[in-house]
C-alpha cells in the first residue's frame, strides 16, 4: 500500500503536478506572512477584504459570546440556531427570493442540491469549465450527464434537442457560473435563459465568484443583468467576497422546502457554526449599504487599474472591458508555471500556480486576483514584476 502511495507521489512529482500546502500566520489581507517573509497576496477570493473587516470579527465574536462554537447538531435536529435563521432571511431579501437555505460550504450546497433536483434518467447539461463542485454533485445525483464546450450556446441546444429526442418528460438541469473561477469571464445568461426556457428545461446558477463583485450591491450577473426571476436556482458562497465561510441556495419557498428534505449533505451534516452565520449576515448587511456598495466600486477601480496595467494576453485583452476580479495569466505547461510563481515569490509576490486537476492538463497558469484592499502601488508593483517576467518568456 505504502508503495503504491510513494509510487504515485512520484509520478506526480514528475508531472510537475505535486501540490503543497502554504502555511500563513497572519490573519487574510493583501498582505500575510509565510514563513518568515512578508509576501503581497494576489490570490485571495476575498475581494472586498472582508475576511478580516472589524464588522465580521465583532459580529463573529458577539455570536460565540451568545451562541457558545459548535451547533451541536444537524439542521434538522437542533443545529438551527438564530443566526442560521437571520442569515437565510437576509440572504433571501438580498437576493430578492421568497427563500435561501445555508449550507457548511459552497462544494456542500452543490453537492447537496443537484442531487436533489435530478436523479436516474434525467438531465444534466454543464458548462466544460464548471467547478468541481458542480461536476461532483451532477456525477453524484446520477443523472445522465452531457458537458458542453464553455460557453457554447449553440452546442447546449443541441444537447437540448438530442435531450428532448431521446428522453423526452424527464427532468433537464443546466448547470453553469456566472463568474468563471479560473478564467474570470462571464457566462451568457440571456442565451442561456432564452433556452431554458425554449426547452423547458431548469437552470441552476452559481454565482461563487460573481457575489460581492458584480450587480447592485452585489447581488451577482443576474442582478445585473435583471434576470434573477429566470434562474431557479441560485447558488453562492459565503466565504470568498462576504469574507466568512458556508454556501447557500436561494430560490422559491418550494425548492428551499425540497432542499431541506432531501439535500444530503444538508440533512446530515452538522450546522455550520452559529457565530460564521453571524459573521455572514454582517456580510450581507455590509453589502447592502451604501458603504458596501462604495466598497465594490472600489474594487472595480482596481480591477479597472489592473486591466490596464497587466500585459496584453489571450485573456487580458485590451479591446475588452475587464469582467471580473480574476486574470488568468495562462502558461500552460506545469512546471513553468510554477517557475513564474516562484520568480514571482522571490519579487514579493504570492500568486501560486495553478495546475490539473483545477485546470486541464496544458492549461496551468497563473490565476491573479485582485481585491479593494490592495493599494495602487501594490498593484503597480505587481504588473511591472508581471512585465519583465513575461518579456523573458
Ligand atoms: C465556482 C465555485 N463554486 C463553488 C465553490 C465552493 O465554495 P466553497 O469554497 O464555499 O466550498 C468554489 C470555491 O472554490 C468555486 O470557485
Given at each position: 500500500?505504502?508503495?503504491?502511495?510513494?509510487?504515485?507521489?512520484?509520478?506526480?512529482?514528475?508531472?510537475?503536478?505535486?501540490?503543497?500546502?502554504?502555511?500563513?500566520?497572519?490573519?487574510?489581507?493583501?498582505?500575510?506572512?509565510?514563513?518568515?517573509?512578508?509576501?503581497?497576496?494576489?490570490?485571495?477570493n476575498?475581494?472586498?477584504?472582508?475576511?478580516?473587516?472589524?464588522?465580521?470579527?465583532?459580529?463573529?465574536?458577539?455570536?460565540?459570546?451568545?451562541?457558545?462554537?459548535?451547533?451541536?447538531?444537524?439542521?434538522?435536529?437542533?443545529?438551527?440556531?438564530?443566526?442560521?435563521?437571520?442569515?437565510?432571511?437576509?440572504?433571501?431579501?438580498?437576493?430578492?427570493?421568497?427563500?435561501?437555505?445555508?449550507?457548511?460550504s459552497g462544494y456542500?450546497a452543490a453537492l447537496?442540491?443537484i442531487?436533489?433536483?435530478?436523479?436516474?434518467?434525467?438531465?444534466?447539461?454543464l458548462d466544460k469549465l464548471c467547478h468541481a463542485s458542480l461536476i461532483d454533485g451532477a456525477?453524484?445525483?446520477?443523472?445522465?450527464?452531457?458537458?458542453?464546450?464553455?460557453?457554447?450556446?449553440?452546442?447546449?441546444?443541441?444537447?437540448?434537442?438530442?435531450?428532448?429526442?431521446?428522453?423526452?418528460?424527464?427532468?433537464?438541469?443546466?448547470v453553469t457560473e456566472s463568474v468563471f473561477s479560473m478564467d474570470?469571464?462571464?457566462?451568457?445568461?440571456?442565451?442561456?435563459?432564452?433556452?431554458?426556457?425554449?426547452?423547458?428545461?431548469?437552470?441552476m446558477l452559481d454565482e461563487a465568484h460573481?457575489?460581492?463583485?458584480?450587480?447592485?450591491?452585489?447581488?451577482?450577473?443576474?442582478?445585473?443583468?435583471?434576470?434573477?426571476?429566470?434562474?431557479?436556482?441560485?447558488m453562492g458562497t459565503?466565504?470568498k467576497?462576504?469574507?466568512?465561510?458556508?454556501g447557500?441556495?436561494?430560490?422559491?419557498?418550494?425548492?428551499?422546502?425540497?432542499?431541506?428534505?432531501?439535500?444530503?449533505?444538508?440533512?446530515?451534516?452538522?450546522?455550520?457554526?452559529?457565530?460564521?452565520?453571524?459573521?455572514?449576515?454582517?456580510?450581507?448587511?455590509?453589502?447592502?449599504?451604501?458603504?458596501?456598495?462604495?466598497?465594490?466600486?472600489?474594487?472595480?477601480?482596481?480591477?479597472?487599474?489592473?486591466?490596464?496595467?497587466?500585459?496584453?494576453?489571450?485573456?487580458?485583452?485590451?479591446?475588452?472591458?475587464?469582467?471580473?476580479?480574476?486574470?488568468?495569466?495562462?502558461?500552460?505547461?506545469?512546471?513553468?508555471?510554477?517557475?513564474?510563481?516562484?520568480?514571482?515569490?522571490?519579487?514579493?509576490?504570492?500568486?501560486?500556480?495553478?495546475?490539473?486537476p483545477t485546470v486541464?492538463?496544458?492549461?496551468?497558469?497563473?490565476?491573479?486576483?485582485?481585491?479593494?484592499?490592495?493599494?495602487?502601488?501594490?498593484?503597480?508593483?505587481?504588473?511591472?514584476?508581471?512585465?519583465?517576467?513575461?518579456?523573458?518568456?
Amino acid at each position: 500500500m505504502e508503495d503504491l502511495f510513494v509510487a504515485q507521489l512520484k509520478a506526480l512529482r514528475a508531472a510537475a503536478l505535486d501540490r503543497h500546502l502554504f502555511e500563513i500566520s497572519s490573519s487574510q489581507g493583501p498582505e500575510i506572512q509565510i514563513v518568515a517573509r512578508r509576501l503581497i497576496n494576489f490570490s485571495s477570493n476575498d475581494y472586498l477584504g472582508l475576511a478580516n473587516d472589524p464588522r465580521l470579527r465583532g459580529a463573529a465574536i458577539s455570536g460565540i459570546n451568545k451562541f457558545g462554537v459548535g451547533a451541536g447538531a444537524s439542521r434538522l435536529i437542533s443545529g438551527t440556531q438564530s443566526p442560521h435563521a437571520r442569515l437565510e432571511r437576509a440572504l433571501a431579501k438580498w437576493k430578492g427570493t421568497e427563500a435561501a437555505l445555508c449550507f457548511s460550504s459552497g462544494y456542500a450546497a452543490a453537492l447537496g442540491a443537484i442531487p436533489a433536483l435530478v436523479t436516474k434518467n434525467d438531465v444534466v447539461l454543464l458548462d466544460k469549465l464548471c467547478h468541481a463542485s458542480l461536476i461532483d454533485g451532477a456525477k453524484l445525483s446520477g443523472a445522465i450527464l452531457r458537458v458542453f464546450p464553455h460557453n457554447n450556446v449553440r452546442k447546449l441546444e443541441s444537447h437540448l434537442e438530442w435531450t428532448r429526442r431521446e428522453h423526452a418528460g424527464k427532468r433537464v438541469l443546466i448547470v453553469t457560473e456566472s463568474v468563471f473561477s479560473m478564467d474570470g469571464d462571464h457566462a451568457p445568461l440571456r442565451e442561456l435563459i432564452e433556452l431554458k426556457k425554449q426547452f423547458d428545461a431548469l437552470l441552476m446558477l452559481d454565482e461563487a465568484h460573481a457575489v460581492g463583485v458584480i450587480g447592485p450591491h452585489g447581488r451577482g450577473l443576474a442582478a445585473a443583468e435583471k434576470l434573477s426571476d429566470d434562474v431557479d436556482i441560485q447558488m453562492g458562497t459565503l466565504s470568498k467576497a462576504l469574507g466568512a465561510s458556508g454556501g447557500y441556495i436561494c430560490g422559491s419557498n418550494d425548492l428551499i422546502e425540497w432542499l431541506i428534505n432531501r439535500a444530503r449533505s444538508f440533512i446530515f451534516s452538522t450546522a455550520p457554526p452559529p457565530a460564521i452565520a453571524a459573521a455572514a449576515i454582517a456580510a450581507v448587511n455590509f453589502l447592502s449599504s451604501s458603504e458596501g456598495e462604495e466598497r465594490r466600486l472600489l474594487l472595480w477601480e482596481k480591477i479597472r487599474l489592473m486591466h490596464e496595467l497587466l500585459p496584453a494576453s489571450d485573456l487580458n485583452r485590451k479591446s475588452n472591458a475587464a469582467s471580473s476580479a480574476i486574470f488568468p495569466w495562462i502558461v500552460g505547461d506545469e512546471q513553468a508555471a510554477l517557475d513564474l510563481a516562484s520568480a514571482l515569490q522571490s519579487e514579493g509576490f504570492f500568486v501560486p500556480a495553478i495546475r490539473y486537476p483545477t485546470v486541464a492538463k496544458g492549461a496551468a497558469r497563473l490565476r491573479i486576483t485582485v481585491t479593494a484592499a490592495h493599494d495602487e502601488d501594490q498593484i503597480r508593483a505587481l504588473c511591472d514584476a508581471i512585465q519583465r517576467l513575461s518579456a523573458n518568456l
